[in-house]
Structure formats: C-alpha cells, structure tokens
C-alpha cells in the first residue's frame, strides 16, 4: 500500500451568530469561516489528499440558516475535490429532522450534498472504503442528539471487531472528541463535579505539539480547563 494523504479540518462552526462582536463585524466573521473552509478544500485538492476528514461541528447549530448551508455545498462541490467524510459533532448531530444532513429535507430547500460526501449518521461505527484504496477504510460515528452523553467512542465493547494488523489494510476511525474534566483522554481532573457538556477544540492551523499539560491543582470553578488544545487566535474558537 502506498502513502495515504489526509487534511483534517473541524470545528469551523459554520453559522455561528458571534453576538459578542459589533453588528457590522459579524458578517465578515462568518465570512471568515467560509473562507477557511473553502481554503481548506483548495489544499486538498493542490496537495492531492486522497479524502478530507470533517470529525465534528461543521456548523454551529442543528438548524443552520440557508445562505450558510448552501455555501457549505458549495465549498465542497468543485472540480478536484476528494471524497469528503463528516462525522456529525453536538452542535450539528444528525437526526431524522436535521435540515442538513437529511437528504428529503435539503431537498426540501433545494440542495444535496455532492456524491462524494458521505455523512456518518449513526452513533455506532460503520466502515465506508476509500474510493480508489481498496486497503484504507473510513470509520466513523456521529452524535444524534446534543444532549450531554457519557458514551464513549473508543470505550470497551463500542469498537467493532476486525481482522488483525497485517501491514496492508490501513483502518482510520473519525469522530467529534469530548473532555473529561478538561485534561486529555485517559486522564482526569481531581474535581468532583457533573459530567461537562461534550466539546472539542480543534483547528486546522493549530501547530502540531501543542498540547499543554495537565494543571498540577484544579483551575478555579467556572474557567476554561488548564488541558486544552491552544490556538494562536482564541477568536476563532467556538465551543
């Protein structure tokens, strides 16, 4: 098998109202996340990603606005682009009433997505092959709802069965991550308080290493947890 090029690209929060800011500068905000977007599909496409990976939060809320979606289309329905795979995250889960996601509703509002946008709808993991790579195949899961769960996609009994490891079959797993008492998978926080709403914090400008280590005393109630993925630009964030 050869090398196999991946962009990864979340947590764009398409949508997002940005209520904080003055009237005139909110549109140009959301400008900016279609921007983004559409500069990551040109990567792809120039740096020949054999799939882009969309684990999470594309848009901001279940019900995004029209102008919203149909730039999202657009972004991915050029000349060039390569299979596109989305994995619904709490802000925009799937579900049988989703505006985005379900194919009678958006036909409903005269749109679809591009055929090589594949959209993971279920909460368990199924498997989808890489167009043109009989060897990589595409896991994913997806929220259903935004409720505060404790499921966990990599938790005992949720990851299917496989054949074992033998060199050639490549197996990536895309999903929208949570914390746990704001440190990283694994490890958790000596405070004792009530599952935090599932969140990610992810960018793709974000440079790679950047995770700090976890607080030797607990962050004071109410603050943004110490094991957090930083960024150069907290305006860009949506959590």
């Keep these: 098998m050869g090398l196999?090029?991946?962009?990864?690209?979340?947590?764009?929060?398409?949508?997002?109202?940005?209520?904080?800011?003055?009237?005139?500068?909110?549109d140009q905000r959301r400008r900016d996340q279609i921007d983004a977007l559409e500069r990551a599909v040109r990567a792809a496409i120039e740096r020949g990603a054999h799939a882009i990976l969309v684990p999470g939060d594309l848009f901001d809320v279940e019900g995004v606005e029209a102008n919203t979606l149909a730039s999202a289309i657009s972004a991915f329905d050029i000349a060039g682009c390569p299979p596109v795979f989305i994995a619904p995250g709490n802000h925009d889960p799937y579900s049988p009433g989703s505006q985005q996601w379900n194919a009678r509703l958006l036909k409903l509002r005269e749109r679809e997505w591009p055929p090589h946008v594949h959209v993971f709808t279920a909460e368990e993991w199924t498997a989808v092959p890489l167009p043109g790579m009989d060897s990589v195949r595409i896991w994913g899961c997806g929220f259903t709802s935004n409720a505060t769960s404790l499921a966990r996609p990599l938790g005992p009994g949720r990851i299917p069965e496989m054949a074992p490891p033998d060199g050639e079959r490549v197996e990536i797993a895309v999903f929208h991550g949570s914390r746990e008492d704001g440190c990283p998978p694994g490890r958790r926080s000596p405070r004792r308080s009530p599952p935090p709403r599932c969140w990610a914090r992810r960018s793709p400008t974000w440079p790679p290493g950047t995770i700090t280590p976890p607080p030797t005393s607990p962050p004071p109630r109410g603050s943004r947890p110490a094991c957090a993925w930083p960024t150069p630009d907290r305006r860009s964030l949506s959590t």
């Design 4 to 26: 196999v090029r991946l962009l990864q690209v979340s947590d764009l929060h398409l949508g997002r109202p940005f209520g904080w800011l003055p009237v005139d500068r909110r």
